[in-house]
């Protein structure tokens, strides 16, 4: 026990230390305080987004396969065993005697947004819809980090609806006689690529970061 402790430690030690940006977590309740450091004199940009989480899962930039509103740029929440096992998510919908009124609802929001994403396409010169999308996602989420500056945001932890969606529900279901741990990571994805050529320029002073990252590990007190 004591070995696995050790080497969790070092490990995040070793991130510290060779990272170019450091990201940390704290529960405080149902509260997760995320802090972003930038270790460098360089200037960084991060696509993150500040209100949710996403399960994690390996092939993390595929874009296409989720709703409007999930959330493609958050910090992917890990949960893993003692014994280092990955646990997976599960799909959840909510009960139908409140589905049809919230489906009307929610389908009048996407219609809006659907909008949205085309006059936002018209206005960056992106003809295909997805790619204007991703677009809208990515700008919306970048966080920006002078050289050693950090930036604290707090995201509100609900393994029941990890994304907090109201008409899907990704989610963790544990067994309460079992010890996880948890920590965050960043999608390893190309986001240089879904930015216009206008945008690269305006943001020619900031880095994208587009290397791993991992938080430290905590233990998630299940009460």
Not at 20 to 28: N, S, Y
Not at 195 to 222: C, D, G, H, V
């Amino acid at each position: 026990m004591h070995k696995k402790k050790y080497t969790l430690i070092l490990l995040f030690l070793f991130n510290t230390l060779f990272s170019q940006v450091v990201l940390e977590i704290k529960l405080v309740g149902s509260i997760a305080h995320v802090n972003i450091i930038n270790t460098t004199e360089d200037y960084y940009m991060l696509p993150i987004n500040q209100n949710h989480f996403r399960p994690f899962e390996e092939n993390c930039d595929n874009f296409i396969n989720y709703e409007s509103e999930y959330p493609s740029f958050a910090l992917l929440l890990n949960l893993v065993s003692l014994s280092g096992k990955k646990v997976d998510y599960t799909v959840g919908y909510k009960y139908l005697n409140d589905f049809n009124s919230d489906t009307k609802k929610i389908n009048l929001e996407r219609e809006s947004f659907q909008k949205k994403i085309k006059k936002w396409g018209r206005k960056n010169n992106i003809n295909d819809y997805s790619t204007a999308l991703i677009n809208y996602k990515l700008i919306n989420s970048l966080i920006f980090l002078k050289p050693n500056e950090n930036k604290k945001i707090k995201i509100e932890l609900d393994l029941k609806n990890i994304t907090s969606q109201d008409l899907i529900f990704y989610n963790y279901f544990l067994d309460e006689a079992e010890t996880y741990k948890l920590f965050l990571s960043l999608c390893n994805f190309d986001s240089l690529k879904y930015l216009t050529p206008y945008q690269r320029k305006k943001y020619a002073n900031y880095k994208l970061f587009t290397n791993k990252l991992e938080s430290n590990i905590i233990e998630l007190n299940k009460k």
